[in-house]
């Protein structure tokens, strides 16, 4: 049981670049969540989602999109990316909504020189 | 808005010893669940406890068990018999309990065990 697989773990990207971080789920959770963690602060909710192709944005979400075409994925889009982008990335996944709990991948960490 | 506030950056505790670790939230909600998380250095984000703002009762989970103050809108930690490997970094979260949009975060307290 693989749970919520985050890939790449490391990444290093030039101002004004573009990516995408992949996130994956196999528990068959409708909730998906993008989280950002900032040096010695808390996660903040960049965008999240109830279930395929819906999506919402959360407290952070300037400079990211998102999609969500099937239950299992919700990739995190990067357009022009700024050294205010960089951070570690976690994703996230919840049955129903965020009560039970959330399974969290192992994070992205984004650089961006 | 929800916000949670945890106060102490940084905790220190001899092994095998109690700690208790501090976390208010300020929420117009009635409904509402909270929660603990630990981050080793691993990176990875693990549930400790959770707590539903409904319940009276404390919950406990082995030696992880919460003094949860709904009144004083209050909600902390207690690790007892402080293992080696309890050594982390500790968030304290709350969610509204009637939206799907995610949790709100302290900014953590990094615990420390002393050998």
């Known amino acids: 049981n693989a749970g919520v697989t985050q890939t790449p773990k490391f990444r290093i990207l030039k101002i004004g670049q573009s990516m995408t971080l992949q996130c994956t789920q196999d528990m068959n959770h409708n909730y998906m969540y993008w989280y950002r963690q900032d040096p010695g602060m808390g996660l903040k909710l960049i965008y999240y989602?109830?279930?395929?192709?819906?999506?919402d944005k959360g407290e952070v979400p300037n400079g990211y999109n998102v999609s969500r075409s099937t239950t299992e994925d919700f990739p995190l889009r990067l357009e022009l990316a700024a050294p205010s982008q960089t951070s570690v990335y976690f994703c996230a996944s919840s049955y129903f909504k965020v009560d039970d709990g959330y399974t969290f991948g192992s994070g992205t960490r984004l650089t961006v020189v | 808005a929800q916000t949670v506030t945890q106060s102490q950056p940084e905790m220190s505790v001899q092994e095998a010893e109690t700690v208790t670790l501090s976390c208010t939230y300020d929420?117009?909600?009635?409904?509402?669940?909270l929660f603990w998380y630990k981050q080793p250095p691993s990176r990875q984000m693990i549930l400790v406890i959770r707590?539903?703002?409904?319940?009276?009762q404390n919950a406990t989970e082995n030696r992880f068990s919460v003094n949860f103050q709904k009144a004083a809108k209050s909600f902390s930690l207690k690790i007892s018999d402080s293992q080696l490997g309890d050594a982390a970094m500790y968030f304290c979260a709350s969610n509204s309990g009637g939206g799907a949009d995610g949790l709100t975060f302290g900014k953590g307290t990094h615990l420390i065990i002393q050998p």
């Open positions: 929420t117009s909600e009635s409904d509402y669940y």
């Open positions: 707590q539903e703002a409904y319940k009276q």
């Open positions: 989602s109830v279930g395929a192709g819906i999506t």
